[in-house]
C-alpha cells in the first residue's frame, strides 16, 4: 500500500531562520509525483512545490526547495528565510502519474517566532 | 492561476436537514473533480472521485447514499449532505482536475458545516 509519512506534528522556526519539513513515502511504483501543499488559517490548500519522480533535480520554488531522495524514498521541504506568513499547515502528498488520488501524509504544523 | 470557487463557506443547518455544497471550475474545464472531508487538525480524507458525466466512486467507508455528488458538467459538481447529523459536521474541501492537464490540481477554500 501506497502511504506517506510526516514524523514531525509540530515545528518552530525563528523569523528570517531555516527550517526543513520532513516526509517519507512508501510505494513500489517507478513514475509518480510528490507535492507540498500549504494550508493557512484561512483553509485554503495551496500548492508549494511539486517534484516529479523521473527529474533528478530538486524542485525549488523561491524560498523553498525540496531534497528528493527516490531510493529513501525522502521529500523533504525547506524553507529559507522564514516568514511570519509561512505559519500553517504543511502536507506532504503523492500520487502515481496518471492518477490524481492524492495521497496525503498527516501534516506538521509550522510555527514561526518573531 | 486557475480557480476553484467552492461555495459556501460557512453552513449551519438543524440535523435531519440536506445541505448541498457547490464547487465550480472558473476559467477552465474539470474533467475531475474530488471531494476531501477534514476533521479538525487532521489531514484530508478523500470521500469520491466524480468525473463529469458518470457516477462518482465512493472511497471505503463513505455512504453513497448520504453524500449525493452530482457532476453534470465540466465546470460544476456538487455535494449534498442528506439528512444531515451532528457527526456530518466537519470540513469539505474540493478540488478539479484540469482536462489535458498536467498532474496539477486545484482546490477551493472549503465549507465548514456545522448541524445542531
Known amino acids: 500500500a501506497q502511504t506517506v509519512t510526516q514524523s514531525q506534528p509540530e515545528m518552530s522556526v525563528q523569523e528570517a531562520e531555516t527550517v526543513t519539513l520532513s516526509c517519507t513515502y512508501d510505494?513500489?511504483?517507478?513514475?509518480?509525483?510528490l507535492f507540498w501543499y500549504k494550508q493557512p488559517p484561512s483553509r485554503q490548500m495551496i500548492l508549494v512545490i511539486r517534484?516529479?519522480?523521473?527529474k533528478q533535480q530538486n524542485a525549488t520554488e523561491n524560498r523553498f526547495s525540496v531534497n528528493f531522495q527516490k531510493a529513501a524514498k525522502s521529500f523533504s521541504l525547506k524553507i529559507s528565510d522564514s516568514q511570519l506568513g509561512d505559519a500553517a499547515m504543511y502536507f506532504c502528498?503523492?500520487?502515481?502519474?496518471?492518477?490524481?488520488?492524492?495521497?496525503w501524509g498527516a501534516g506538521t504544523k509550522l510555527i514561526i517566532k518573531p | 492561476g486557475a480557480v476553484v470557487s467552492q461555495h459556501p463557506s460557512r453552513v449551519i443547518c438543524k440535523s435531519g436537514t440536506s445541505v448541498k455544497i457547490e464547487c465550480r471550475s472558473l476559467?477552465?474545464?474539470?474533467?475531475?473533480m474530488f471531494w476531501y472531508r477534514q476533521f479538525p487538525k487532521q489531514s484530508l480524507m478523500l470521500m469520491a472521485t466524480?468525473?463529469?458525466?458518470?457516477?462518482?466512486?465512493?472511497e471505503q467507508g463513505v455512504e453513497k447514499d448520504k453524500f449525493l455528488i452530482n457532476h453534470a458538467s465540466l465546470t460544476l459538481s456538487t455535494l449534498t449532505v442528506t439528512s444531515a447529523h451532528p457527526e456530518d459536521s466537519s470540513f469539505y474541501i474540493c478540488?478539479?482536475?484540469?482536462?489535458?492537464?498536467?498532474?496539477?490540481?486545484?482546490f477551493g477554500s472549503g465549507t465548514q458545516l456545522s448541524v445542531l
Open positions: 476559467d477552465f474545464q474539470a474533467t475531475t
Open positions: 510505494t513500489s511504483e517507478s513514475d509518480y509525483y
Open positions: 466524480s468525473n463529469e458525466g458518470s457516477k462518482a466512486t465512493y
Open positions: 502528498a503523492y500520487s502515481p502519474r496518471g492518477n490524481y488520488q492524492l495521497i
Open positions: 517534484q516529479e519522480a523521473y
Open positions: 478540488s478539479a482536475r484540469e482536462a489535458g492537464g498536467n498532474e496539477k490540481l486545484f
